[in-house]
């Protein structure tokens, strides 16, 4: 598994786009720091989808009290809370 920040989050943004796509949504434009429910490009579903999708991809299960926005809420939060949970420096 990568865990360079930059492939991390390339991979969170290309899993946001293809289930916005999927949803008739262009996601291309999204921003590390967009609040991704806020946004309007995924569906309840589709949040759910991605979620489970980070779990899956990073072997990563999440606990109840992970599941927020803080921890999940956009590309860069999702990248923090990966290298933190797996032990690197957010930002490294």
């Given at each position: 598994?990568?865990?360079?920040?930059?492939?991390?989050?390339?991979?969170?943004?290309a899993k946001v786009i293809e289930l916005?796509?999927?949803?008739?949504?262009?996601?291309?434009g999204i921003g590390d720091e967009d609040v991704i429910p806020a946004t309007g490009l995924?569906?309840?579903t589709a949040i759910l989808e991605l979620v489970v999708w980070f779990e899956q991809a990073y072997d990563l299960?999440?606990?109840?009290?992970?599941i927020n926005i803080d921890n999940l809420g956009s590309i860069n939060a999702?990248?923090?809370?990966?290298?933190?949970?797996k032990g690197r420096a957010p930002g490294s």
């Open positions: 598994m990568n865990l360079d920040r930059n492939a991390i989050k390339a991979a969170i943004r916005a796509r999927a949803l008739k949504m262009d996601a291309s995924l569906d309840s299960p999440l606990r109840q009290d992970e999702m990248t923090d809370f990966l290298l933190a949970r």
